[in-house]
């Protein structure tokens, strides 16, 4: 049975709605939608107070009056912004920065505040972004380095696979962040299958990456491995403590133990050839069954409950084949 844990909750859906834990005298309310979801019952409500998850520039400078972004604050690629520049150029529009010229001097932030991106800052450059020091490093310094932690986390049978994330079927993990960067892993599966490398062997800033082709390896002993790049793109960043720790992929797969950043001119487009949570989490189910199908050739039956595979599969049944397994499932 494949679980679900949860590290988080939200209070919010998007723009427009909001929900609550309920119980079952709740189903009856006509105020909110109803569902259940994991035996719980949860009010889904409309509220026109609930703000954005992701503003659009526009909308916080007021010029629109609901958007949520839908590009990862890469304005530079984003249709709807560019739309707009050129509704103001034909002067049917008002740009968003001389809406926010018309505020007092307090209340003129940086575009960045405006989106919640950043805390508070005052803009000093009259919203002429180019000439901005801060912007620029707040896009190429500052917003690549913020990652963070999966905030939810389904879990099929002992491997982690983490919601708003994804997958390539070669078992790396993709994850679109603001300003348009994609940060790139091994999965958990990959990492237990094969357990603790004793390197791996990452390509340099600058290298460019080919999507379903090798763009680094992992070195486990007299074994090696190659992995397939998930995406497109050139990389701008490498984990400087997984090359110097390659334990730490291993610990936190989809935390700290990411390997890249990555830059490509369509992210959209990236995103459509790779799986989603929700088809990574019914593939990750297929090949846990062709993985249980391996052992009980080698190993003979499983428990009777399927149990939870171990740690360093590789390590504990060598008969598998280190070639046999990552033709497998790394795919090469």
Same mark, same amino acid.
């Given at each position: 049975?494949?679980?679900?844990?949860? !590290?988080?909750e939200?209070?919010?859906?998007?723009?427009?709605?909001?929900?609550?834990?309920? +119980?079952?005298?709740? #189903?009856?309310?006509?105020g909110?939608?109803?569902?259940?979801? $994991?035996?719980?019952?949860?009010? /889904?409500?409309?509220?026109?107070?609930?703000? =954005?998850?992701?503003?659009?520039?526009?909308?916080?400078?007021?010029?629109?009056?609901?958007?949520?972004?839908?590009?990862y604050?890469?304005c530079?690629?984003c249709?709807?912004?560019?739309?707009?520049?050129? &509704?103001?150029?034909?002067g049917? &529009?008002?740009?968003? &920065?001389?809406?926010?010229?018309?505020?007092? +001097?307090? %209340?003129?932030?940086?575009?960045?505040?405006?989106?919640?991106?950043?805390?508070?800052? /005052?803009?000093?450059?009259d *919203?002429?972004?180019s000439?901005?020091?801060?912007?620029?490093f707040?896009?190429? @310094?500052?917003?690549?380095?913020?990652?963070?932690?999966?905030?939810?986390? &389904?879990?099929?049978? $002992?491997? +982690?696979?983490?919601?708003? *994330? *994804?997958?390539?079927?070669?078992? !790396?993990?993709?994850?679109?962040?603001?300003?348009?960067?994609?940060?790139?892993?091994?999965?958990?599966?990959?990492?237990?299958?094969?357990?603790?490398?004793?390197?791996?062997?990452?390509?340099?800033?600058g290298?460019e990456?080919?999507?379903?082709?090798?763009?680094?390896g #992992?070195?486990?002993?007299?074994?090696? =491995? %190659?992995?397939?790049?998930?995406?497109?793109g /050139?990389?701008?960043?490498?984990?400087?403590?997984?090359?110097?720790?390659p334990?730490?992929?291993?610990?936190?797969?989809?935390?700290?133990?990411?390997?890249?950043?990555?830059?490509?001119?369509d992210?959209?487009?990236?995103?459509?050839?790779?799986?989603?949570?929700?088809? $990574?989490?019914?593939?990750?189910?297929g090949? @846990?069954?062709?993985?249980?199908?391996?052992?009980?050739? @080698?190993?003979?039956?499983?428990a009777?409950d399927?149990? *939870? #595979?171990?740690?360093?599969?590789?390590?504990?049944?060598?008969?598998?084949?280190?070639?046999?397994l !990552?033709?497998?499932?790394l795919?090469?």
């Open positions: 049975m494949a679980e679900k844990i949860k !590290t988080g939200r209070s919010s859906l998007g723009y427009g709605s909001s929900y609550r834990k309920g +119980d079952k005298d709740d #189903l009856g309310n006509q909110s939608i109803n569902a259940v979801l $994991g035996g719980q019952v949860w009010m /889904v409500k409309p509220d026109k107070d609930a703000k =954005a998850a992701n503003p659009c520039l526009w909308m916080e400078a007021g010029v629109v009056k609901n958007k949520d972004c839908n590009n604050y890469d530079t690629s249709k709807y912004d560019l739309g707009m520049k050129k &509704q103001v150029e034909k049917k &529009q008002i740009s968003w &920065q001389n809406v926010m010229r018309k505020r007092p +001097d307090m %209340d003129r932030v940086c575009r960045h505040s405006l989106t919640n991106r950043i805390a508070k800052r /005052v803009c000093a450059y *919203y002429n972004c000439s901005c020091d801060f912007d620029q707040f896009e190429d @310094v500052m917003s690549p380095k913020t990652s963070s932690v999966p905030f939810e986390m &389904q879990n099929v049978k $002992g491997f +982690d696979i983490p919601v708003g *994330y *994804y997958y390539h079927d070669g078992h !790396t993990w993709a994850r679109i962040e603001s300003g348009g960067f994609i940060r790139i892993g091994l999965d958990d599966f990959s990492l237990k299958l094969l357990g603790k490398a004793d390197a791996l062997e990452l390509p340099l800033m290298k990456l080919d999507m379903g082709k090798a763009g680094w #992992l070195k486990r002993k007299e074994n090696l =491995a %190659d992995v397939l790049s998930p995406v497109n /050139v990389i701008t960043e490498v984990n400087p403590k997984v090359r110097e720790n334990e730490m992929a291993n610990r936190e797969p989809y935390g700290e133990g990411w390997l890249f950043l990555v830059r490509t001119p992210i959209k487009k990236s995103a459509k050839k790779l799986m989603s949570d929700t088809e $990574g989490f019914e593939w990750m189910n090949e @846990v069954n062709k993985l249980e199908s391996m052992i009980e050739n @080698v190993a003979g039956p499983l009777a399927g149990g *939870y #595979l171990q740690n360093d599969i590789y390590g504990n049944l060598p008969d598998l084949g280190w070639n046999n !990552t033709k497998t499932f795919k090469t």
